[in-house]
Antibody, heavy 121, light 110 residues
Framework: EVHLVESGGGLVKPGGSLRLSCAAS????????MNWVRQAPGKGLEWVSS????????YYAESVKGRFTISRDNAKNSLYLQMNSLRADDTAIYYC??????????????WGQGTLVTVSS | NFMLTQPHSVSESPGKTVTISCTRS????????VQWYQQRPGSPPTTVIY?????PSGVPDRFSGSIDSSSNSASLTISRLKTEDEADYFC?????????FGGGTKLTVL
């Protein structure tokens, strides 16, 4: 069974940094593209970043470009998001999401439960 | 980049049919597949439609998806509504470098 478990969230001051992790199990991690998607309290979903299986391509939303860095360690079946220069509007639940491998379109077939990041002084 | 616009909320009675729209701001709706996610309070999203009209295994055939090039929009239709369908629904599409979500629609089944 596929499991994605995020960790690393918490309370951080504006301008601070945080590193999120996502531990994957139940599938061959290095075959799959992975993503971070966030959801501000009471708001909609916002795609944050993607990384391909072989690290070939990395993409970011404009709202986080230059501040966030996505990475993965296929040997540890883990996905990461390094978040720097955090702002109040980065406050959200951050979900790790797997992209379906066989589809013609990129869609998310499994999601973690999320980890809450709160940016506040 | 483009935006996907959804109605903020819709409501309908159990047993009826409801349709949620998702309008693309620029570029053709047909040029990139649309997905639909259901999200109940306190839970992560789950996929109910992918590639415009495909249902993942386990999703009942009461859920269907379509696109309409004339209105440049996608639609999620839920028939024979049940109270358990009450949730937020998000459409999603993509371009060569990003994924885009609609703002979400709150479905109330009353």
């Amino acid at each position: 069974e596929v499991h994605l478990v995020e960790s690393g969230g918490g309370l951080v001051k504006p301008g601070g940094s945080l590193r999120l992790s996502c531990a994957a199990s139940g599938f061959t991690f290095n075959d799959y593209y992975m993503n971070w998607v966030r959801q501000a309290p009471g708001k909609g979903l916002e795609w944050v970043s993607s990384i391909t299986s072989g690290y070939s391509y990395i993409y970011y939303a404009e709202s986080v470009k230059g501040r966030f860095t996505i990475s993965r360690d296929n040997a540890k079946n883990s996905l990461y998001l390094q978040m720097n220069s955090l702002r109040a509007d980065d406050t959200a639940i951050y979900y790790c999401a797997r992209e379906n491998l066989a589809a013609a379109a990129p869609w998310f077939d499994y999601w973690g439960q999320g980890t809450l990041v709160t940016v506040s002084s | 980049n483009f935006m996907l616009t959804q109605p903020h909320s819709v409501s309908e009675s159990p047993g009826k049919t409801v349709t949620i729209s998702c309008t693309r701001s620029s570029g053709s709706i047909a040029s990139n597949y649309v997905q639909w996610y259901q999200q109940r309070p306190g839970s992560p999203p789950t996929t109910v439609i992918y590639e415009d009209s495909q249902r993942p295994s386990g999703v009942p055939d009461r859920f269907s998806g379509s696109i309409d090039s004339s209105s440049n929009s996608a639609s999620l239709t839920i028939s024979r509504l049940k109270t358990e369908d009450e949730a937020d629904y998000f459409c999603q599409s993509y371009d060569s470098t990003s994924k885009v979500f609609g703002g979400g629609t709150k479905l109330t089944v009353l």
